[in-house]
């Protein structure tokens, strides 16, 4: 079925240092969504990339969507401890517009 | 401008008890969601509604059901709890379906525990 993967699961920085999660699908997305939750807190909406080689940026953050729709990125360049939480991908479930398909996050440690 | 409204935050069940958690969104939006967070397992979806009256399985449902009898509310019932179904427990609703420029607005959260 399909799937959502996202890469690493775990990922602990010293504050300054960069940071990345990879996002990957195996199937085509007619686009991608990313949130953030904040540990003991809730899923809050980021961003979404429509459009094939997107590139999105709020400030530290850099979102990518992939030339073929299939994979994502985030990377957040000089984490600082806001930074902390986990960080989900999800995209539209083929065929069904009406549910998301959710990659199962990565979780990121920032070391003051 | 509340959004989407959850209660109880925390609630301990007994084994067989029955429940149910509260959703309610002021945002008028016509899509809810119920979904369940075990530890390091993501997002797991239980049902969902395009409307009042409109109710629709997700990939877990079983031992839950779901009703709406209005755009607001989205009551999650749990029948006979089982220790399986301890989660943290996310109620969400988004405008329409997610062509595009649609997201999701979460609760915050309802953390459940049988025992």
């Known amino acids: 079925g399909q799937q959502v993967m996202q890469i690493p699961q775990y990922q602990h920085v010293q504050e300054g240092e960069d940071f990345t999660t990879y996002c990957n699908s195996s199937t085509t997305l007619s686009n991608i969504q990313w949130y953030k939750q904040r540990p003991g807190g809730h899923p809050v909406f980021l961003i979404q990339l429509v459009k094939s080689g997107e590139v999105k940026k709020q400030k530290r953050l850099t979102f990518q969507f992939g030339e073929a729709k299939k994979n994502s990125s985030l990377h957040i360049t000089a984490t600082q401890t806001t930074d902390v939480g986990t960080y989900f991908c999800a995209g539209p479930r083929a065929g069904n517009n009406r549910k998301l398909i959710w990659g199962l996050g990565t979780s990121l440690a920032v070391n003051p | 401008n509340a959004g989407v409204t959850q209660t109880p935050k925390f609630r301990i069940l007994k084994i067989g008890q029955s429940m149910t958690l509260q959703c309610t969104q002021d945002?008028?939006?016509?899509?809810m969601y119920w979904y369940r967070q075990d530890p390091g397992m993501g997002l797991k979806l239980i049902y969902y509604?395009?409307?009042?009256?409109?109710?629709d399985k997700g990939e877990v449902p079983n031992g839950y059901n779901v009703s709406r009898s209005t755009t607001e509310d989205f009551p999650l019932r749990l029948e006979l709890a089982a220790p399986s179904q301890t989660s943290v427990y996310f109620c969400a609703s988004s405008y329409s379906g997610f062509v595009s420029n649609e997201k999701l607005f979460f609760g915050s959260g309802t953390q459940l525990s049988v025992l």
């Open positions: 945002m008028n939006h016509n899509y």
């Open positions: 509604s395009v409307g009042a009256g409109i109710t």
